[in-house]
């Protein structure tokens, strides 16, 4: 049978345990990708699940290298099927679905009488600094019989380790097995290792991979070629040596190797395992610091975990915890993202969170005397995806479009976000009067340049918001403290160049005098450092001259109609005007309610009446302006409004407008291009999509609206292992407690988890035959038929009520039996 590509994709598609009050269900095809293990720029990795036979036989890929990646089997009842990989075999497996959320990508599969589903679980940590920076990713396996009798069930998961990390194909691969008592696990890394280096595929020359499971009587291990230990598994349900000491096995071989566990779960009608993936790099990241010295940064876990054994043990030991507060992230998204229209809304976060994620890694320095500084920290951020041309190191108008996640996920790591650039702009080595570009263009090496550029008021814009934002989010004032000369340096040059910009370049690449959405920022940054030096206790004329130029710039930028035109006094030009969401976000006291309200029914309308134009047919949204070079008709190249990114403060435009027919305009185009964060429209109407950039975390605009400011203080507390190892449940619960109901939910949800966990099955998604559920996993007759099958799913959690009213029928013992209205 062909497997169809439809994927059903929500922000809570799978979260069993707190349903919406209504539920809207639809299902979205798409030629995309989903992710996997996905934890770090060189960890990366991601699959097509829309090939004629499923995930069963999908290619896995980094970036634009492909690869085997991994094989999964199960054994029932002695007959062996495939779960996915490349080594197809006889009995194969039903693949039912794929669903997606903001930590976890899931599989289903019946085979036979099991159900089967299996889920790349990709951990976000919000305050514990530990836990988010460790780039490990469980992968899950749920196993129900549909038929109520226990089935003799075994497990087994091989990776070929040397096509997930190896640059060069033709080197020798070096291993170990080694068991810990507490778990056991195989390391790989290519025999010759060369730090801070990456191949033309932009694969890494060097670290660690690991593969590692649990220990127990039931579990065993070997290392070789694919098919031996595919047809040792199938005959026997089992591999060898069984674990049992710490001494490790080691060897060397090639890239075809097969590194393999597997798992006895015995008779049962359901339980569980879990296996854990992961790349390790220390040192992470080559700094060069004002001085001109390098510095190795390593990962910030090290603070907890000098030895990989222990993290290895920590990662796996904290599994079911770790799934408890995931429980609760997903709830909080819930109830966050209640109200916000459009059906692929949750479909953009689902994929952008790990995106952006994926995209950085947290770093501590060292002492001078050589051991690891836990006040030292900086988080780098890599420009991946298809549209960089360059390996940018924190690329500054790509963390301003990120910055609206971060900030909701977790405040405190904006601090290390910026302190790359500010720490060697503050110096005497830095010599522009404006904000640098990025961090370098060669990650993972930093290279600062003092070289000019066109981008003076747009860098410079983009640290100052972001300075604020962070201050005001997290409450924590000591890095405007710290670099206060620098910021004013950076205002002075706004107040001389911002109201009225010549030969200034947007970050959209608009080179034209006087752009009005260009202007704004700068004016907007410039009362935002008024309110910085406020919080500093420092008298300055910065309030005063935003507001005159505020004044000024509405006299010019704004039509007779009061929408925003694209540059001062060109009545016939219009902007999206996304740089307006910082004033709106950070309360900065700008833009009226007014100008919004018109601007809004302006935009609206030219959505309508813009039908015959490319940007229309092409059905990708509306651009971002007007104003493009030897561009009258938008056939040329159209830049167009995606939420997810393109003009990544589309999503920030939208958040600021209570209009929501405007809002699900400005949210659609997304069905068929999810990871896309820029389009452009060729004259024949075809398009040119850019892909997979971490600015896609400017999809957060409307959720980081949900997170309180604060009152800045230079007594927050600096950075450190104490100050960030806090648990994400406790943070997490707190800000659940703005709704008690809700809460409630969410208490009752974990002890009917943690109970389940006890019984040995952490089952989320279980369906029940003859009982009609609010989700089902398999297809209808008709939906499957002339093998196309259409999932039902979650798209959206617009209801504006956050009651659920629960019925349960005879027989249903799990939260996930009952029906929700």
């Known amino acids: 049978m062909r497997i169809s590509s439809y994927v059903s994709i929500s922000v809570a598609a799978l979260f069993t345990f707190f349903p919406p009050t209504s539920v809207a269900q639809s299902a979205i095809e798409l030629d995309s990708q989903l992710p996997l293990e996905v934890r770090s720029p060189y960890f990366n990795f991601w699959t097509r699940p829309y090939s004629p036979s499923g995930i069963l036989n999908s290619t896995d890929f980094f970036f634009t290298q492909t690869f085997a990646g991994r094989t999964a089997l199960i054994r029932i009842d002695g007959v062996t099927h495939s779960i996915f990989g490349q080594l197809p075999l006889a009995d194969q497996t039903n693949f039912t679905g794929s669903f997606i959320t903001a930590t976890r990508t899931s599989f289903t599969f019946q085979i036979g009488p099991v159900q089967l589903i299996a889920t790349f679980f990709s951990p976000i940590e919000p305050g514990d600094w530990v836990r988010q920076s460790i780039p490990f990713t469980y992968l899950h396996f749920d196993i129900e019989a549909t038929d109520g009798k226990a089935h003799d069930v075994q497990l087994y998961v091989h990776v070929l380790s040397g096509e997930f990390f190896l640059a060069d194909q033709t080197q ?56 031996t230990l595919v047809g040792n598994f199938s005959a026997q349900g089992r591999l060898g040596p069984v674990p049992g000491t710490t001494s490790p096995i080691e060897g060397t071989t090639n890239v075809s190797t097969a590194f393999a566990l597997s798992r006895n779960l015995g008779g049962v009608s359901n339980a569980s395992a879990v296996f854990v993936i992961g790349f390790v790099q220390d040192p992470a990241v080559q700094y060069v610091g004002p001085t001109g010295i390098s510095q190795r940064r390593h990962p910030y876990f090290r603070t907890k975990y000098p030895n990989t054994a222990d993290l290895i043990d920590g990662f796996i030991g904290d599994f079911e915890d770790a799934w408890t507060r995931m429980l609760e992230l997903e709830s909080k998204i819930v109830i966050d993202t209640a109200g916000l229209p459009g059906d692929y809304y949750s479909t953009i976060l689902s994929y952008a969170t790990r995106l952006v994620f994926s995209s950085t890694v947290l770093t501590v320095g060292e002492a001078p005397n050589g051991t690891l500084d836990p006040t030292d920290v900086m988080m780098f951020m890599k420009n991946t995806g298809t549209l960089s041309s360059t390996n940018r190191v924190n690329p500054v108008e790509v963390l301003y479009d990120a910055f609206p996640m971060f900030m909701y996920f977790d405040p405190t790591l904006g601090g290390p976000l910026l302190e790359p650039l500010l720490r060697y702009q503050s110096s005497q080595y830095y010599t522009q009067p404006f904000a640098a570009l990025d961090a370098g263009s060669s990650y993972p090496n930093t290279t600062f340049s003092s070289s000019t550029h066109q981008q003076g008021i747009e860098q410079t814009a983009n640290m100052l918001i972001m300075m604020y934002a962070y201050a005001r989010s997290s409450g924590n004032g000591t890095s405007i403290q710290t670099y206060y000369p620098l910021l004013t340096n950076w205002t002075d040059y706004l107040v001389d160049t911002t109201l009225y910009t010549a030969n200034q370049q947007s970050a959209d690449l608009l080179s034209v005098n006087n752009q009005t959405n260009l202007a704004i920022k700068g004016i907007i940054a410039i009362k935002a450092m008024s309110m910085m030096a406020a919080a500093m206790s420092k008298s300055t004329d910065y309030s005063a001259t935003a507001n005159a130029y505020y004044t000024t710039w509405r006299s010019l930028a704004l039509g007779s109609d009061q929408h925003v035109l694209a540059q001062y006094q060109n009545e016939s030009s219009w902007s999206i005007g996304h740089n307006m969401f910082a004033d709106h976000w950070l309360k900065t006291g700008f833009i009226s309610s007014a100008i919004l309200d018109a601007h809004s029914n302006f935009l609206r309308q030219l959505n309508i009446t813009a039908a015959p134009l490319t940007f229309s047919i092409a059905g990708i949204g509306i651009p971002l302006d007007s104003l493009r070079p030897n561009n009258i008709t938008y056939s040329v190249c159209v830049r167009a409004n995606l939420s997810v990114g393109l003009a990544p403060g589309s999503n920030m435009f939208a958040a600021g407008f209570g209009d929501k027919t405007l809002q699900r305009i400005i949210f659609s185009g997304v069905e068929s291009h999810p990871l896309e964060n820029d389009v452009s429209v060729i004259a024949n109407a075809t398009l040119a999509l850019w892909s997979a950039s971490p600015d896609l975390g400017s999809a957060y605009a409307p959720l980081v609206l949900t997170v309180p400011l604060k009152s800045i203080s230079t007594n927050a507390g600096s950075s450190t292992l104490a100050s960030h190892g806090s648990s994400a449940a406790r943070k997490l619960g707190l800000a659940l407690g703005c709704s008690l109901f ?78 929700y209205d």
């Open 172 to 227: 020798s691969i070096t291993w170990s097995t080694s068991s810990t008592g507490l778990s056991v696990y195989e390391m790989a890394q290519s025999q010759i290792q060369q730090p801070f280096s990456e191949n033309s595929q932009g694969q890494p020359t060097w670290g660690q991979f690991y593969f590692a499971t649990a220990v127990n009587d039931d579990v065993t291990y070997n290392v070789g070629p694919p098919d």
């Open 742 to 819: 809700a809460a409630l939910l969410v208490i009752f949800a974990v002890l009917v988890y943690r109970r389940r966990m006890r019984l040995g099955a952490a089952r989320l998604y279980a369906t029940r035959r003859g009982h009609k559920r609010h989700r089902s996993m398999a297809p209808t007759e008709s939906e499957s038929g002339g093998g196309m099958m259409k999932l039902d799913f979650i798209p959206s959690f617009g209801a504006s009520s956050k009651s659920v009213r629960a019925r349960r029928e005879p027989g249903w013992k799990n939260l996930e039996d009952y029906e």
